[in-house]
């Protein structure tokens, strides 16, 4: 049980009615914060879709969408929504290349992207679902290389079952 | 043949046990919208433009899959559409918009012609200066690109019951370490509580006469209510971007999530003050280690002094135990250190039949009370 101070008051019981009910603990605590499961890699993957390509298990993944005109990179989640993106439509990126289209536009919004998804806290992406064959041209290869060294890691951590 | 199947079933639906048809579910009418590939001549294929490359259907297909249907489809059903919430921001500043478009123009015509760019790109040897791009980041399409992370975060539903705000200006936060070490605070990296333990450096362009409030809550962080949060740090009627000038409401307390219970956010608010607000009724006496009076609620505060300021900065962290917290739970809070387990959720088993079909025999084993396994034991 817990006592409380007396009601008269008094500088030295203050304190201790301050801090007495500071022990009173609910037995359930419940974390409200959404990326909390992913971060501790317990939250669910989406493992169905089985028969159709690309596959959805992950927490975030990373898509590189290379148009006729401009470079654009998503981090997004299984059901869509976007979290982090850069793009070379940006004002900020277009200004400082030459085309922004192309390898050295690849390279550079690699680069970008790799420094805002370790502001935001996403350490780890999916970046598997590309058309195999695409993996092999040469923007595609800098852009990983180019996030692999921003410092994010480009295979997710296994969910923890037991 | 359908109407003596309907009214058959319709009958056994009113009474007794009805015999199961799908004839029930579904009856004949006009579909709700246009069916798919209608707008596809099947008689001149020839004619259609072929897509030639994978990606290009891809693309498509995936566009395709994005667009709302009039039929029910997965997207629907996981991802209800969300109403519009209100906007408790500022309201954007309208720039000249013709000038910037101009200016911009001039510069990519002066790139376009410069040799020493294009000889790097073809080269591939081009790197863009990142600060600098960062720099403009946060001038152009920062503020929307933090608002979606901190939607994604859950930060408006946790803290303002799902009113959004854009974070037009940019709050630099970092906490300084002993070799002159600095750990920034972005929009959800991780910072430990170790470094997090004395009240960080913070800065944000303002003008001179402006009278502005900050604000660190933990919405996660509450021991005994999962609504509402702790109140880490509250400093009132801030003359322009000088902390320590302002009026401390609430002094800093380092963070202390609980061991076991995970990633806490912790989110610094900046809210713009119209004019000198009177926060008596928020302050908390100096030395406040006690958990009851630093229980907040942001949207209690925020509708109390709704009037008088709007939010305009944003910046947060995710934080983990570590073991400087229980150094904070013994001496700063006197008490003992809680610590969590992780409880899974039980698994889902659908309600037992008599005589399941195509099921092993450790179906017996999943609505058993007692833990006798049939499998594994010879």
Same mark, same amino acid.
């Given at each position: 049980?817990?006592?409380? &101070?007396?009601?008269? &008051?008094?500088?030295?019981?203050?304190?201790?009615?301050?801090?007495?009910?500071?022990?009173?603990?609910? @037995?359930?605590?419940?974390?409200?914060?959404?990326?909390?499961?992913?971060?501790?890699?317990?939250?669910?993957?989406?493992?169905?879709?089985?028969?159709?390509?690309?596959?959805?298990?992950?927490?975030?993944?990373?898509?590189?969408?290379?148009?006729?005109?401009?470079?654009?990179?998503?981090?997004?989640?299984?059901?869509?929504?976007?979290?982090?993106?850069?793009?070379?439509?940006?004002?900020?990126?277009?200004?400082?290349?030459?085309?922004?289209?192309?390898? &050295?536009?690849?390279?550079?919004?690699?680069?970008?992207?790799?420094?805002?998804?370790?502001? &935001?806290?996403?350490?780890?992406?999916?970046?598997?679902?590309?058309?195999?064959?695409?993996?092999?041209?040469?923007?595609?290869?800098?852009?990983?290389?180019?996030?692999?060294?921003?410092?994010?890691?480009?295979?997710? @951590?296994?969910?923890?079952?037991? | 043949?359908?109407?003596?199947?309907?009214?058959?079933?319709?009958?056994?639906?009113? %009474?007794?046990?009805?015999?199961? +048809?799908?004839?029930?579910?579904?009856?004949?009418?006009?579909?709700?919208?246009?069916?798919?590939?209608?707008?596809?001549?099947?008689?001149? $294929?020839?004619?259609?433009?072929?897509?030639?490359?994978?990606?290009?259907?891809?693309?498509?297909?995936?566009?395709?899959?994005?667009?709302?249907?009039?039929?029910?489809?997965?997207?629907?059903?996981?991802?209800?559409?969300?109403?519009?919430? /209100?906007?408790?921001?500022?309201?954007?500043?309208?720039?000249?918009?013709?000038?910037?478009?101009?200016?911009?123009?001039?510069? $990519?015509?002066?790139?376009?012609?410069?040799?020493?760019?294009?000889?790097?790109?073809?080269?591939?040897?081009?790197?863009?200066?990142?600060?600098?791009?960062?720099?403009?980041?946060?001038?152009?399409?920062?503020?929307?690109?933090?608002?979606?992370?901190?939607?994604?975060?859950?930060?408006?539903?946790?803290?303002?019951?799902?009113?959004?705000?854009?974070?037009?200006?940019?709050?630099?936060?970092?906490?300084?370490?002993?070799?002159?070490?600095?750990?920034?605070? *972005?929009? %959800?990296?991780?910072?430990?509580?170790?470094?997090?333990?004395?009240?960080?450096?913070?800065? *944000?362009?303002?003008?001179?006469?402006?009278?502005?409030? $900050?604000?660190?809550?933990?919405?996660?962080?509450?021991?005994?209510?999962?609504?509402?949060? *702790?109140?880490?740090?509250?400093? +009132?009627?801030?003359? %322009?971007?000088?902390?320590?000038?302002?009026?401390?409401?609430?002094?800093?307390?380092?963070?202390?999530?609980?061991?076991?219970?995970?990633?806490?956010?912790?989110?610094?608010?900046?809210?713009?003050?119209?004019?000198?607000?009177?926060?008596?009724?928020?302050?908390? /006496?100096?030395?406040?280690?006690?958990?009851?009076?630093?229980?907040?609620?942001?949207?209690?505060?925020?509708?109390?002094?709704?009037?008088?300021?709007?939010?305009? %900065?944003?910046?947060?962290?995710?934080?983990?135990?570590?073991?400087?917290?229980?150094? +904070?739970?013994?001496?700063?809070?006197?008490?003992?250190?809680?610590?969590?387990?992780?409880?899974?959720?039980?698994?889902?088993?659908?309600?037992?039949?008599?005589?399941?079909?195509?099921?092993?025999?450790?179906?017996?084993?999943?609505?058993?009370?007692?833990?006798?396994?049939?499998?594994?034991? *010879?």
């Amino acid at each position: 049980g817990f006592r409380f &101070a007396s009601t008269t &008051a008094s500088l030295k019981t203050e304190t201790e009615v301050d801090t007495s009910e500071n022990e009173i603990v609910a @037995p359930n605590f419940t974390n409200r914060n959404p990326r909390n499961l992913e971060q501790m890699a317990l939250a669910r993957k989406e493992r169905g879709w089985k028969t159709t390509w690309p596959k959805r298990e992950f927490w975030h993944r990373l898509r590189l969408e290379r148009t006729q005109h401009y470079v654009e990179a998503f981090v997004e989640r299984s059901n869509g929504d976007v979290v982090v993106s850069a793009s070379t439509r940006e004002w900020a990126i277009k200004r400082h290349l030459y085309s922004p289209k192309g390898v &050295a536009a690849c390279r550079n919004l690699g680069r970008v992207i790799a420094q805002r998804c370790l502001e &935001a806290g996403i350490n780890f992406v999916n970046f598997k679902a590309i058309i195999p064959w695409e993996h092999r041209c040469d923007s595609i290869q800098e852009f990983e290389k180019a996030v692999k060294e921003g410092g994010v890691v480009l295979h997710e @951590p296994r969910r923890i079952y037991r | 043949m359908a109407a003596p199947l309907l009214s058959a079933a319709l009958r056994g639906a009113r %009474g007794g046990r009805s015999f199961g +048809t799908a004839a029930v579910l579904w009856k004949r009418a006009a579909p709700l919208g246009p069916m798919p590939n209608e707008d596809v001549d099947v008689a001149r $294929l020839e004619e259609l433009q072929r897509y030639r490359s994978f990606a290009r259907y891809l693309r498509q297909a995936e566009r395709a899959g994005r667009e709302p249907r009039w039929w029910n489809t997965y997207r629907k059903h996981s991802h209800p559409p969300a109403e519009p919430q /209100p906007d408790i921001g500022l309201p954007p500043e309208r720039l000249s918009r013709a000038e910037e478009l101009k200016e911009r123009k001039r510069i $990519l015509r002066e790139n376009r012609r410069n040799a020493e760019m294009e000889r790097a790109a073809r080269l591939r040897t081009v790197l863009i200066p990142l600060d600098e791009v960062r720099a403009e980041w946060e001038r152009t399409s920062g503020p929307f690109h933090k608002q979606r992370v901190a939607k994604h975060c859950g930060l408006f539903r946790d803290l303002f019951r799902g009113a959004t705000f854009t974070p037009w200006v940019a709050l630099r936060v970092h906490y300084s370490q002993e070799d002159e070490y600095l750990v920034p605070v *972005y929009y %959800g990296n991780m910072v430990t509580p170790s470094e997090a333990s004395s009240p960080p450096e913070v800065s *944000y362009e303002a003008d001179k006469g402006s009278l502005w409030t $900050l604000l660190l809550t933990n919405p996660d962080g509450h021991l005994r209510d999962a609504d509402s949060e *702790y109140l880490h740090w509250l400093v +009132t009627n801030i003359p %322009g971007s000088d902390i320590k000038a302002g009026k401390e409401m609430c002094h800093y307390l380092p963070p202390f999530p609980a061991m076991g219970t995970g990633y806490h956010r912790f989110i610094f608010l900046l809210f713009k003050q119209h004019g000198p607000i009177d926060f008596s009724q928020d302050a908390r /006496p100096t030395p406040c280690y006690s958990l009851k009076m630093r229980t907040f609620s942001t949207f209690d505060f925020y509708r109390k002094h709704n009037d008088a300021m709007t939010p305009a %900065g944003l910046a947060f962290f995710q934080c983990q135990w570590d073991s400087s917290v229980t150094s +904070t739970f013994h001496q700063l809070l006197n008490m003992r250190e809680p610590v969590f387990e992780f409880v899974r959720p039980p698994p889902f088993h659908p309600p037992q039949v008599k005589f399941p079909r195509h099921q092993p025999l450790r179906y017996l084993d999943r609505y058993r009370d007692t833990q006798e396994p049939t499998y594994g034991i *010879y």
